[in-house]
């Protein structure tokens, strides 16, 4: 009993240095070896408690001479260290492989400390008296950080002795608590002369990077949506922190967090600090790996309840746009110094392939649903028709669950940060009133405040005939209506393909464009892009602008040469390209077929009338184009 | 330092969505005034605010759809708001809270009463700008269920309350609660008065306990009354102990004050309490009568305007029956007189008495010269006769003479067959 109530509570006594303490009735410590009460009370947490109805009041004779609190003296990255690892324990918790927190993500952390000359290093970037690190090893290489096996992260080491080898002696027990750093933290940062300084953002990048480092098949929206529904550690993380790490005034600035940061937003901060830490090649992302598109569109395809006989498909787009190399999915500081998106990239491939094989123009769909219905003997047939209205209802109820679930979540910390300590009893007193009103309506309503808790899950509805499902898993499902066998090859019915302006903006200074041509778009499509920007949680615009790079690379390099020129025209005449959304549909070839040919120049020379592109040259090219992408997807799926 | 701190915010703002492009950017902001500007999503949100401005959303919606369990669980997600770590906002989100709560305590079925006086409580102590409109809310809530001692404990305990500088704001208010608790004396004095009334050989304990209780209403009373404003139910209350402890002089004075004093806003009101008194203490007919000209002034269709005309009526004066007519003619230029028996009886006494005069037809084609292009529609049409000839046979009876009477030269449609064979 007194074991639980002292919580742990270690210090030797003060008087017999006996560690054994009990608890009296009063709530205070005593040494139970030498009856030496100490300042210590234990914290009696009574939510019935009401101040103000009872008539009580203190008259206070000055101020009492206060005893600050025993902390010791720490860094800010020793706080980020221990966010980092809760948040590396309960990604191991929830079944990342075993590798990850000390194999990558400690090397990584290392590499950073290194990177940022805040540890392992001649030249340290502080000039505070405080010492990092009794050795000054010769950890100048990245390749030697292996030597370096410390086990700072690991979760057996107890903070106190880390303490204690850190702070050199025991004796230094310091009065003072906050960082030691904070200050110069946050000048530095002022100053923006580094970009290196850790934030809790960064936190999240490299957490990223481990996970992509070891090819664990959490993208980076799996991770936030992990982060958003509270099984990883982010929002109040400081309150993890060891009982002697005390957070004081500065610190707040560094640790408190307001929002769980975009999708976008840690992407960037992934990709800058991937090359500020100057990594060496990452480990290949072959097809059989879970974050290629090949394996992650599975999932994909399975979440958004679409058959699996649409996965070949997905495949050979895939292959068509150039896109099934490993080596455009995998890191490399040399040859390609950009992060993937593995997520949106995947849906981006699917949403594609789905414009292929169904149009979705809002006619060519609904003729093939109808088509689909006519046909279907065995009820076997995929129509896009059903398969909206299922996915529309699960779609709808799920967002109004995550709306429900925004509303509910309590961002507050139990013990809370305020950079100014002079405010802190404002603070305080906020806070009290806050969690009584909570209470009284937690009671009222018999209902506790919060969001519930989900258990994890890769997949965001749940298709089948079991308990709590979404409605009926269409994957089984065939493409029978859609795809039609000519000439001994797979070939889907829809024979149009359509997309916007494929003209690539100018890199810095366009934005979006998808709020301006978003009026134009088929209903279908967005309404396609915005499931899919459910299940990724990431805002419209960057799928459309996801899409149409894929659609770009579908269509070849040739014509984003073209474009450019012409885009230099254009500038030169002033037109604005925004307005322009040419919507263009190109006669697909009809894989396989020998004398196809001249019928498709036809058609296409007289689709270009309508077409806004000027330049009927590369029209043609990308009708050809076009054409050698149908065939081969024809050819793949005929064998 | 604060600039740096400042700036060290918006830097970490900056960090959070600022790169996701906003559809509601390009939007032009509209020029008309807000109604709520406190639910509206700003481009640069937080997790923190949005979370509240959801829940802020959905507790409306369910407020507006009296779901109030629903609302009532939302409500416990809420109170993080007040907890909002970017400073100077809070105001207005504590006035929120309190009034919600309030609310959906008032509809939940299971709300208790310590509920109340826990969120009462608890929304007092936040800020010192609505405390006193807080106490006055929760002894109000505490007189509607009966607890009138809690309810005047309240007031009393926000009347010895003080903080800092007072605004105008919080004088008045101190004012309104000083003039409540007052009442709430009151009220227990009238409940002591009934039960001694109720007992034999009342000792002389009660008797004093009462006295207290109007000496302590009285002399706040007396204060507050003293500034101008309508003080309607104070008035009564203070007339009724002054009248019961033979005060008759200050019950007058008082009563004076409130009707005559100009800086107080015009209040038909005063007059009339002023008049039921003089009324009860049996005073002149001229003093009444004097009384009732103002009110007249004031409300020419005021139901007193009755007894003023049959007060008229009575007076020996020539000029005062025709004052009378004037009175009563005012009285049905209002709808609301139309079909009102009494008034045309008093009327037709009125002409009647009138007749006896020589000129009587010259004072009532004066009185009617204004009058007689709109009262034959307002009275006179063969839709009132059919209608009064149903409803009200007895009227149509006084009103059928008096047409001739009042607008001798015209055909009037009220004369309608009925009335005709009746003839």
Same mark, same amino acid.
């Given at each position: 009993?007194?074991?639980?109530?002292?919580?742990?509570?270690?210090?030797?006594?003060?008087?017999?240095?006996?560690?054994?303490?009990?608890?009296?009735?009063?709530?205070?410590?005593?040494?139970?070896?030498?009856?030496?009460?100490?300042?210590?009370?234990?914290?009696?947490?009574?939510?019935?408690?009401?101040?103000?109805?009872?008539?009580?009041?203190?008259?206070?004779?000055?101020?009492?001479?206060?005893?600050?609190?025993?902390?010791?003296?720490?860094?800010?990255?020793?706080?980020?260290?221990?966010?980092?690892?809760?948040?590396?324990?309960?990604?191991?918790?929830?079944?990342?492989?075993?590798?990850?927190?000390?194999?990558?993500?400690?090397?990584?952390?290392?590499?950073?400390?290194?990177?940022?000359?805040?540890?392992?290093?001649?030249?340290?970037?502080?000039?505070?008296?405080?010492?990092?690190?009794?050795?000054?090893?010769?950890?100048?290489?990245?390749?030697?950080?292996?030597?370096?096996?410390?086990?700072?992260?690991?979760?057996?080491?107890?903070?106190?002795?880390?303490?204690?080898?850190?702070?050199?002696?025991?004796?230094?027990?310091?009065?003072?608590?906050?960082?030691?750093?904070?200050?110069?933290?946050?000048?530095?940062?002022?100053?923006?002369?580094?970009?290196?300084?850790?934030?809790?953002?960064?936190?999240?990048?490299?957490?990223?990077?481990?996970?992509?480092?070891?090819?664990?098949?959490?993208?980076?929206?799996?991770?936030?949506?992990?982060?958003?529904?509270?099984?990883?550690?982010?929002?109040?993380?400081?309150?993890?922190?060891?009982?002697?790490?005390?957070?004081?005034?500065?610190?707040?600035?560094?640790?408190?967090?307001?929002?769980?940061?975009?999708?976008?937003?840690?992407?960037?901060?992934?990709?800058?600090?991937?090359?500020?830490?100057?990594?060496?090649?990452?480990?290949?992302?072959?097809?059989?790996?879970?974050?290629?598109?090949?394996?992650?569109?599975?999932?994909?395809?399975?979440?958004?309840?679409?058959?699996?006989?649409?996965?070949?498909?997905?495949?050979?787009?895939?292959?068509?746009?150039?896109?099934?190399?490993?080596?455009?999915?995998?890191?490399?500081?040399?040859?390609?110094?950009?992060?993937?998106?593995?997520?949106?990239?995947?849906?981006?491939?699917?949403?594609?392939?789905?414009?292929?094989?169904?149009?979705?123009?809002?006619?060519?769909?609904?003729?093939?649903?109808?088509?689909?219905?006519?046909?279907?003997?065995?009820?076997?047939?995929?129509?896009?028709?059903?398969?909206?209205?299922?996915?529309?209802?699960?779609?709808?109820?799920?967002?109004?669950?995550?709306?429900?679930?925004?509303?509910?979540?309590?961002?507050?910390?139990?013990?809370?940060?305020?950079?100014?300590?002079?405010?802190?009893?404002?603070?305080?007193?906020?806070?009290?009133?806050?969690?009584?009103?909570?209470?009284?309506?937690?009671?009222?309503?018999?209902?506790?405040?919060?969001?519930?808790?989900?258990?994890?899950?890769?997949?965001?509805?749940?298709?089948?005939?079991?308990?709590?499902?979404?409605?009926?898993?269409?994957?089984?499902?065939?493409?029978?209506?859609?795809?039609?066998?000519?000439?001994?090859?797979?070939?889907?019915?829809?024979?149009?393909?359509?997309?916007?302006?494929?003209?690539?903006?100018?890199?810095?200074?366009?934005?979006?464009?998808?709020?301006?041509?978003?009026?134009?778009?088929?209903?279908?499509?967005?309404?396609?892009?915005?499931?899919?920007?459910?299940?990724?949680?990431?805002?419209?615009?960057?799928?459309?602008?996801?899409?149409?790079?894929?659609?770009?690379?579908?269509?070849?390099? %040739?014509? #984003? +040469?073209?474009?450019? *020129? !012409?885009? /230099?025209?254009?500038? =030169?005449? @002033?037109?604005? $390209? %925004?307005? #322009? +959304?040419?919507?263009? *549909? !190109?006669? /697909?070839?009809?894989? =396989?077929? @020998?004398?196809? $040919?001249?019928?498709? +120049?036809?058609?296409?020379?007289?689709?270009?009338?309508?077409?806004?592109?000027?330049?009927?040259?590369?029209?043609?090219?990308?009708?050809?184009?076009?054409?050698?992408?149908?065939?081969?997807?024809?050819?793949?799926?005929?064998? | 330092?604060?600039?740096?701190?400042?700036?060290?915010?918006?830097?970490?703002?900056?960090?959070?969505?600022?790169?996701?492009?906003?559809?509601?950017?390009?939007?032009?902001?509209?020029?008309?005034?807000?109604?709520?500007?406190?639910?509206?999503?700003?481009?640069?949100?937080?997790?923190?605010?949005?979370?509240?401005?959801?829940?802020?959303?959905?507790?409306?919606?369910?407020?507006?759809?009296?779901?109030?369990?629903?609302?009532?669980?939302?409500?416990?997600?809420?109170?993080?708001?007040?907890?909002?770590?970017?400073?100077?906002?809070?105001?207005?989100?504590?006035?929120?809270?309190?009034?919600?709560?309030?609310?959906?305590?008032?509809?939940?079925?299971?709300?208790?009463?310590?509920?109340?006086?826990?969120?009462?409580?608890?929304?007092?102590?936040?800020?010192?700008?609505?405390?006193?409109?807080?106490?006055?809310?929760?002894?109000?809530?505490?007189?509607?269920?009966?607890?009138?001692?809690?309810?005047?404990?309240?007031?009393?305990?926000?009347?010895?309350?003080?903080?800092?500088?007072?605004?105008?704001?919080?004088?008045?208010?101190?004012?309104?609660?000083?003039?409540?608790?007052?009442?709430?004396?009151?009220?227990?004095?009238?409940?002591?008065?009934?039960?001694?009334?109720?007992?034999?050989?009342?000792?002389?304990?009660?008797?004093?306990?009462?006295?207290?209780?109007?000496?302590?209403?009285?002399?706040?009373?007396?204060?507050?009354?003293?500034?101008?404003?309508?003080?309607?139910?104070?008035?009564?209350?203070?007339?009724?102990?002054?009248?019961?402890?033979?005060?008759?002089?200050?019950?007058?004075?008082?009563?004076?004050?409130?009707?005559?004093?100009?800086?107080?806003?015009?209040?038909?009101?005063?007059?009339?309490?002023?008049?039921?008194?003089?009324?009860?203490?049996?005073?002149?007919e001229r003093?009444l009568m004097?009384?009732l000209k103002?009110?007249h002034?004031?409300?020419?269709?005021?139901?007193l305007m009755l007894e003023y005309s049959s007060l008229l009526l009575q007076s020996e004066k020539r000029s005062d029956i025709q004052k009378a007519l004037g009175v009563v003619m005012e009285m049905l230029?209002?709808?609301?007189?139309?079909?009102?028996?009494d008034v045309w009886e008093r009327l037709k006494s009125i002409i009647q008495k009138l007749q006896l005069q020589?000129?009587w037809?010259?004072v009532v084609?004066?009185q009617?010269?204004?009058?007689?292009?709109?009262?034959?529609?307002?009275?006179?049409?063969?839709?009132?006769?059919?209608?009064?000839?149903?409803?009200?046979?007895?009227?149509?009876?006084v009103?059928?003479?008096?047409?001739?009477?009042?607008?001798?030269?015209?055909?009037?449609?009220?004369?309608?067959?009925?009335?005709?064979?009746?003839?």
């Amino acid at each position: 009993m007194d074991e639980e109530q002292t919580a742990g509570y270690r210090e030797p006594c003060g008087v017999c240095s006996a560690v054994d303490w009990g608890v009296s009735d009063e709530g205070r410590f005593y040494c139970r070896s030498c009856h030496n009460v100490i300042e210590r009370t234990r914290e009696v947490v009574d939510p019935t408690f009401t101040p103000g109805s009872s008539r009580i009041s203190t008259i206070g004779r000055g101020t009492r001479t206060k005893r600050p609190e025993r902390g010791r003296q720490w860094v800010i990255c020793e706080g980020f260290q221990f966010i980092l690892r809760n948040q590396a324990n309960a990604l191991l918790k929830l079944g990342v492989s075993p590798r990850f927190k000390d194999e990558v993500l400690c090397q990584l952390w290392r590499i950073y400390l290194q990177k940022s000359r805040q540890a392992y290093t001649n030249n340290p970037v502080r000039t505070a008296t405080f010492k990092v690190r009794g050795q000054d090893s010769d950890s100048d290489s990245a390749a030697e950080m292996s030597v370096l096996s410390a086990s700072e992260t690991d979760g057996d080491t107890n903070a106190s002795s880390t303490a204690g080898s850190i702070a050199g002696s025991s004796s230094d027990w310091s009065q003072c608590s906050g960082s030691l750093d904070a200050a110069s933290y946050l000048s530095a940062r002022l100053r923006r002369s580094r970009h290196g300084l850790m934030s809790m953002k960064k936190t999240l990048a490299l957490l990223h990077l481990a996970l992509v480092w070891i090819q664990e098949p959490l993208t980076l929206s799996d991770l936030l949506r992990l982060v958003n529904e509270g099984h990883v550690p982010y929002v109040n993380a400081y309150e993890e922190l060891p009982e002697e790490m005390k957070l004081k005034g500065k610190d707040a600035l560094i640790f408190r967090v307001e929002s769980v940061p975009s999708h976008r937003a840690v992407h960037k901060e992934a990709q800058t600090l991937i090359l500020f830490l100057q990594l060496p090649a990452f480990p290949p992302i072959s097809q059989q790996s879970l974050l290629h598109p090949a394996l992650l569109s599975l999932r994909y395809l399975m979440d958004a309840n679409l058959p699996d006989d649409l996965h070949p498909w997905v495949c050979r787009v895939m292959e068509c746009a150039g896109m099934a190399d490993q080596a455009l999915h995998t890191f490399n500081r040399l040859l390609r110094p950009v992060l993937p998106r593995y997520d949106l990239q995947t849906a981006a491939l699917i949403i594609v392939t789905m414009k292929l094989v169904f149009g979705l123009d809002d006619h060519t769909e609904w003729d093939l649903s109808n088509e689909a219905a006519d046909q279907d003997a065995t009820g076997n047939a995929f129509s896009v028709r059903r398969w909206f209205r299922l996915v529309q209802t699960a779609l709808t109820s799920a967002q109004r669950r995550r709306e429900q679930h925004v509303a509910r979540k309590q961002w507050t910390a139990r013990k809370p940060l305020h950079p100014n300590s002079k405010k802190k009893c404002v603070v305080m007193k906020r806070k009290r009133i806050a969690e009584q009103l909570q209470i009284c309506f937690e009671k009222l309503s018999s209902r506790p405040a919060g969001a519930e808790q989900d258990a994890p899950s890769s997949f965001r509805f749940c298709w089948g005939d079991g308990d709590g499902a979404d409605g009926p898993s269409m994957h089984q499902q065939q493409l029978d209506a859609a795809v039609t066998l000519q000439r001994d090859v797979l070939t889907p019915s829809n024979s149009t393909y359509w997309h916007p302006s494929l003209r690539a903006c100018k890199p810095r200074k366009c934005r979006s464009h998808y709020s301006a041509v978003e009026d134009t778009l088929p209903r279908s499509f967005v309404w396609l892009l915005r499931l899919f920007c459910f299940l990724l949680d990431v805002p419209p615009e960057s799928l459309y602008e996801e899409t149409l790079r894929t659609e770009r690379r579908l269509t070849g390099h %040739r014509r #984003r +040469r073209n474009r450019e *020129e !012409e885009e /230099g025209e254009e500038r =030169g005449t @002033g037109r604005k $390209r %925004r307005k #322009r +959304r040419g919507k263009r *549909e !190109e006669q /697909g070839g009809r894989g =396989g077929r @020998g004398g196809g $040919r001249e019928k498709n +120049r036809e058609d296409v020379s007289m689709v270009t009338g309508v077409v806004t592109w000027n330049d009927h040259e590369s029209e043609d090219e990308d009708a050809e184009r076009t054409k050698t992408v149908w065939s081969d997807l024809g050819a793949a799926n005929g064998r | 330092m604060d600039d740096l701190q400042r700036e060290l915010l918006e830097d970490l703002d900056d960090d959070s969505d600022s790169s996701d492009g906003n559809s509601s950017k390009g939007s032009k902001k509209s020029k008309l005034p807000l109604v709520n500007p406190m639910c509206a999503e700003t481009p640069k949100e937080t997790g923190f605010h949005q979370s509240t401005r959801v829940c802020l959303e959905q507790i409306r919606e369910a407020l507006l759809h009296h779901r109030w369990q629903e609302a009532a669980e939302y409500m416990a997600c809420y109170p993080q708001m007040l907890e909002d770590p970017t400073n100077g906002t809070g105001q207005p989100y504590k006035e929120l809270i309190w009034r919600i709560s309030t609310e959906i305590l008032h509809h939940h079925p299971n709300s208790k009463m310590e509920d109340y006086n826990n969120i009462y409580e608890r929304m007092k102590h936040s800020g010192v700008r609505h405390y006193l409109m807080i106490c006055l809310e929760h002894s109000f809530h505490l007189l509607l269920i009966g607890h009138i001692e809690d309810a005047k404990h309240q007031l009393s305990v926000a009347e010895s309350w003080r903080h800092g500088k007072e605004s105008a704001a919080q004088y008045q208010r101190i004012k309104l609660i000083h003039a409540y608790r007052s009442l709430l004396d009151y009220i227990i004095w009238c409940d002591k008065k009934f039960t001694r009334s109720n007992t034999e050989y009342p000792d002389s304990g009660d008797n004093q306990d009462m006295h207290n209780y109007f000496r302590q209403a009285s002399v706040n009373l007396k204060e507050i009354l003293k500034n101008p404003g309508v003080w309607d139910p104070f008035i009564l209350s203070y007339v009724e102990m002054l009248e019961f402890y033979e005060d008759h002089e200050e019950a007058l004075k008082v009563l004076n004050d409130y009707a005559y004093d100009s800086t107080f806003p015009p209040n038909p009101n005063a007059h009339v309490y002023l008049y039921q008194y003089l009324k009860r203490h049996d005073t002149s007919e001229r003093k009444l009568m004097k009384v009732l000209k103002i009110l007249h002034v004031l409300v020419p269709s005021h139901e007193l305007m009755l007894e003023y005309s049959s007060l008229l009526l009575q007076s020996e004066k020539r000029s005062d029956i025709q004052k009378a007519l004037g009175v009563v003619m005012e009285m049905l230029d209002f709808a609301c007189w139309r079909s009102n028996l009494d008034v045309w009886e008093r009327l037709k006494s009125i002409i009647q008495k009138l007749q006896l005069q020589e000129d009587w037809k010259d004072v009532v084609s004066g009185q009617m010269a204004a009058r007689k292009d709109w009262w034959p529609a307002l009275h006179f049409t063969s839709f009132h006769a059919s209608k009064d000839s149903e409803e009200n046979p007895e009227l149509m009876k006084v009103k059928a003479p008096l047409t001739k009477i009042l607008c001798p030269d015209l055909m009037l449609k009220y004369t309608a067959s009925q009335v005709t064979s009746g003839e």
